[in-house]
């Protein structure tokens, strides 16, 4: 081969070496840069549950609506309340202009412009199984039941008849089916006269035992998480009773994964039954104020609720003031952070402090 032949080989296989080490091209210096897509993390199967006691709008909250935004009630307290995504109250009254007291020491009912408060606190589920839902007839609580609706608050525990009063609320939240159902005890005043029927508004009552575990086996098959609020118990007293304990169990045992209770106008303690939370009492939330202070004593449940149930639970100490709730803080946190972990301890319920909030472990 000639040495010319030679050298232009050498020349070309040179080439194609440099060219099969060098880097494939890049994007010209100066120009748009390829976008890199990143794709959105799927929604997490959990939400964020707050729950509160008793909440009256009638009397001193309806005076001072009278005067005051709705904002006023519940302004000490709405950022925590807002967090939620579900937002759990126990409404103690009807809420309407028309009907008549019924007999009895005490009968509430405030006027329509009270629920505005409810929507402005982020309160959207309520229950209506308690003894003053009725305390002003059937056209009041049905005007109740249209008031929700139309301000889109979801409720549990009473209805137009029994069938809807029994289904409750189902919801969906962050991919979560959640089935809530509420009952009331039987006390001195309203069964049966307030018992929902086939064609009767009115609510519904636990210890209509065969009843009350048929529903919530119902549930159980329409959702992944089950709540049951119970308006039980012995009012203004620390101290859970037997029918609470046996309720709330059976309860749990049927497919609850979380008990909600309220009525005794005090806080109470929280038991972990077969892992799953029996709230005794939340307490009240907003009311009058009592000559009572015990009475003005509570706390806001926080719990992260997902397709398995409670996956974790906090408690916020707040006191109730003048028909306006507020943390309680200094002097009154640590009071009533005492008063709440000694209720627990009562349970033997593990808990830890996490600044003003108790943390409830299990």
């Known amino acids: 081969m000639k040495r010319s032949g030679i050298a232009a ?14 880097p494939p091209p890049g994007p010209v210096s100066g120009g748009p840069e390829e976008p ?7 929604p997490p199967s959990a939400f964020d549950l707050i729950a509160v006691g008793d909440v009256m709008l009638d009397q001193l909250t309806s005076e001072r609506l009278r005067y005051y935004d709705p904002e006023y009630p519940f302004a000490k307290i709405a950022p925590l309340l807002k967090e939620g995504a579900l937002v759990f109250a126990n409404l103690e009254g009807p809420i309407s202009d028309r009907g008549k007291a019924e007999q009895k020491l005490f009968a509430f009912c405030a006027a329509p412009f009270a629920v505005d408060a409810l929507t402005a606190a982020g309160i959207n589920l309520v229950s ?3 003894n003053h839902i009725r305390d002003y007839g059937v056209d009041a609580l049905e005007d109740t039941l249209r008031l929700l609706e139309e301000h ?37 005043h309203g069964y049966p006269a307030w018992r929902a029927g086939p064609e009767k508004a009115g609510t519904i009552f636990y210890p209509e035992k065969e009843q ?32 609470q304990r046996e309720t709330g169990r059976l309860a749990i045992e049927s497919g609850a994964d979380l008990v909600l209770g309220h009525h005794s106008h005090t806080p109470q303690g929280i038991e972990i039954y077969q892992g799953k939370p029996i709230v005794y009492s939340l307490g009240n939330f907003l009311f009058y104020p009592f000559a009572e202070s015990y009475c003005n004593e509570s706390f806001v449940l926080q719990a992260r609720i997902g397709k398995g149930g409670v996956e974790g639970m906090r408690l916020l100490p707040v006191l109730l003031g003048e028909s306006q ?37 299990w």
């Open 36 to 42: 890199t897509l990143t794709p959105e993390p799927p």
């Open 152 to 188: 889109g608050i979801a409720y549990a525990g009473a209805g137009r008849d029994e069938e809807q009063a029994r289904k409750g609320a189902l919801l969906e939240i962050n991919g979560v089916k959640t089935a809530v159902l509420a009952y009331s005890g039987i006390f001195k």
């Open 212 to 243: 009350f575990i048929a529903d919530i086996e119902s549930a159980r098959q329409r959702a992944d998480v089950v709540i049951v609020s119970l308006h039980w118990g012995d009012e203004y007293t620390y101290q859970v009773n037997r029918e």
């Open 325 to 361: 709730p507020y943390p309680a803080a200094g002097a009154e946190g640590e009071r009533m952070r005492s008063l709440i972990t000694g209720m627990l301890d009562q349970f033997k319920t593990a808990w830890a402090l996490d600044g003003d909030h108790i943390v409830v472990e």
């Open 9 to 22: 080989l050498t020349i070309v296989l040179l080439l194609l070496f440099v060219i099969s080490c060098s």
């Open 128 to 130: 209506l199984a308690n």
